[in-house]
T-cell receptor, first 115, second 116 residues
């Protein structure tokens, strides 16, 4: 079974500071990993995905994530936070086999950006 | 068109009502999903349709009844709901299994459901 743990339900940064959102996964097979962002009262938007092609994945809005198998991590980073980055971020793992397509989400991290 | 649309945006219903949520995509995706999201929680999978056939039902109560009339449409029929069913209902779609692609899911904006 797959699972995802997001460390820190709330992260607060100043505008222009580094953003680091942590995600650790557990998977019995090579995982497919995703980061989604959700703005209030909206659906989820895909930021980036890891599909084994490259360990450093670049996404939209300046975000990137690095897959580290030895640490079972897929942390999300952005060098310089912008006020518009304030939202909730979900890390997710996708199962294969008979559960093909099922996404298992972490509990989410709310990012607050201060002026 | 890379959009998943959902109607209505908001729905208020009584416990004896019957209503339906609708989801549509025109990306040629062959897998469609219903998720339920409670406040301050992650989305929880309810159903998956693959090539218009129900492939996953996450032990959802029968008061929720999904339907996939064709590859572009997904409905969720609601009957005799409880107040605890109030939530944001999200639809998503992805390419089908046979595509060999890595199948990221594209989400709609959701329907905010309130059960009185």
């Amino acid at each position: 079974a797959q699972s995802v743990t997001q460390l820190g339900s709330h992260v607060s940064v100043s505008e222009g500071a580094l953003v680091l959102l942590r995600c650790n996964y557990s998977s019995s097979v090579p995982p497919y990993l995703f980061w989604y962002v959700q703005y209030p009262n909206q659906g989820l938007q895909l930021l980036l995905k890891y599909t084994s092609a490259a360990t450093l994945v670049k996404g939209i809005n300046g975000f990137e994530a690095e897959f580290k198998k030895s640490e079972t991590s897929f942390h999300l980073t952005k060098p310089s936070a912008h006020m518009s980055d304030a939202a909730e971020y979900f890390c997710a793992v996708r199962a294969g086999g008979t559960s093909y397509g099922k996404l298992t989400f972490g509990q989410g991290t709310i990012l607050t950006v201060h002026p | 068109d890379t959009e998943v649309t959902q109607t209505p945006k908001h729905l208020v219903m009584g416990m004896t009502n019957k209503k339906s949520l609708k989801c549509e995509q025109h990306m040629g995706h062959r897998a469609m999903y219903w998720y339920k999201q409670k406040a301050k929680k992650p989305p929880e999978l309810m159903f998956v349709y693959s090539y218009e056939k129900l492939s996953i039902n996450e032990s959802v109560p029968s008061r929720f009844s999904p339907e996939c009339p064709n590859s572009s449409l997904l409905n969720l029929h609601l009957h005799a709901l409880q107040p605890e069913d109030s939530a944001l209902y999200l639809c998503a779609s992805s390419q089908g299994r046979a595509s060999g692609r890595h199948n990221e899911q594209f989400f709609g904006p959701g329907t905010r459901l309130t059960v009185l």
